[in-house]
């Protein structure tokens, strides 16, 4: 198993180091894979003047799958698009074709009371969000700020082709076939003409999942039932952006945005892996970040990319007992509980593992 590791910026470097030491204890233990050290986003703009060189092309093609920690930073806001770090994220996914972006909401019961919401609407949550990644207003042309009659205007383009739409529900409906059986869409077709093809084309593929019970709900309120009731939901499917907003939405459900994994794949299961959140330039080199949503990170590689379930679900497991035992990062601490940093927190899933 060869896996390309980019650590990126802010705090990249900290958390994928967290998860690395736990690829390498599994790799003494008999797994047998093999480490890629690559560059992506502002550290790739600083070694070869782009976010996402040719080397790190050539290097993740070649990788069975990829381990990314995060990219950007406030010092490259002034740069030309192309050569924003973020640019080189977007690149690597439409590169790779990672158009499934799997993120589970799953709220570990030691955590009930740091979630946003009351223990009683929380308990026991487990929403699975299918975000499309490599479409919508991220990727749509035209795009740009013109001049046009003395004044400043910035575009975007929302766009999705019908094969586009399909191949994303496909995989939302044959995961809620998996789970639950209950797959609500999500969309903005009152207003926009792109997602109403959106709702028709998952309500015609729909027809071929008819043990899956599929509603619609847009965006609006979908933000605001994500924080009502919860646990309405099984599998959400929705679009590049929206599903951007309503996963860190998510997140804060679960007690934190450190601790939401996720998995981007292709038709044939070669992903990447990475944490939801961003470079967190607020708190980098502190040694602050939580590092869990790596670590969940490499257990859904191990489970997607390398079908290792039980030493996915060992992962899992040893998370879980850090957080009952009381470890817990700044994000996720309450009173009473052991406050750790990022390296310790690491330390204490080794030990678990
Ligand atoms: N996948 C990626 O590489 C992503 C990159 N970004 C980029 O990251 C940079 C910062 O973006 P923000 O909007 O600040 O979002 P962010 O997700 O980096 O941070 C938002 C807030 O959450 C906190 N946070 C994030 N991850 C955490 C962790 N593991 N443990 C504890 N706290 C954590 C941060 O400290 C901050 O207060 C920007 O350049 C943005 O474009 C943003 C989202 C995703
Ligand atoms: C560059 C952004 C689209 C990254 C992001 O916020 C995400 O993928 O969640
Ligand atoms: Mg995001």
Redesign the pocket.
Known sequence: MKIAVLA?????PE?TGQAERILLALRSDGLKLELEPGLL?GCAVDAAGEPFPEITRRLVKEADAVL???????K??GLPREKR??QG?LAIRKELNLFANLRPAILYPELASVSSLKPEIVSNLDILIVRELTGDIYFGQPRGIERREGQRVGFNTMIYTEAEINRIAHVAFQAARKRKGRLCSVDKMNVLECTQLWRDVVTETGKEYPDVKLSHMLVDNAAMQLVRDPKQFDVIVTGNMFG?ILS?EASMLTG???MLPSASLDDRNKGLY??????????AGKD???????ILSIAMMLRYSFAQEEVAMRIEHAVRKVLAQGFR???IYEPGMKKVG?REMGDAVLANL
């Open positions: 990126g910026d802010g705090i990249g958390i986003g990314l920690g995060a990219v950007g930073s406030p490259y806001d770090p973020e994220l951007d860190d934190s945005i450190g990475e944490p939801i959140h961003g470079s967190a330039p607020d708190i602050l970040a939580n590092p869990l949503a790596t990062t700044s994000d990022t």
